[in-house]
Nanobody, 112 residues
Framework: QVQLVESGGGLVQPGGSLRLSCAAS????????MNWYRQAPGKERELVAG????????NYANSVKGRFTISRDNGKNTVYLQMNSLKPEDTAVYYC?????WGQGTQVTVSS
């Protein structure tokens, strides 16, 4: 059974940082690219960042470039999203995606 379980969301002040984690199981994690998406209220889900199976190639939405970093640990079957310099417009539910599966999402709220 394929599972993606996100953690690490929460409430943070503008300018703060959070690190999201996504633990994968049920498939050969090291063979697949992984992605982080987000969906804000009233908006469509958007791709935030992606990482190749080896971790060598990454890509980011323009809105998060220079602030967010995606990484992975194939030994731990986990993908991460380090989010720095957070802004109120980063408020959304963040989803992990890979191998045709989606996680349940974790809420990130940036507010003073």
């Amino acid at each position: 059974q394929v599972q993606l379980v996100e953690s690490g969301g929460g409430l943070v002040q503008p300018g703060g940082s959070l690190r999201l984690s996504c633990a994968a199981s049920g498939f050969t994690f090291s063979l697949y690219a992984m992605n982080w998406y987000r969906q804000a209220p009233g908006k469509e889900r958007e791709l935030v960042a992606g990482i190749s199976s080896s971790g060598i190639i990454t890509n980011y939405a323009n809105s998060v470039k220079g602030r967010f970093t995606i990484s992975r640990d194939n030994g731990k079957n986990t993908v991460y999203l380090q989010m720095n310099s957070l802004k109120p417009e980063d408020t959304a539910v963040y989803y992990c995606q890979g191998y045709k599966a989606w996680g349940q999402g974790t809420q990130v709220t940036v507010s003073s």
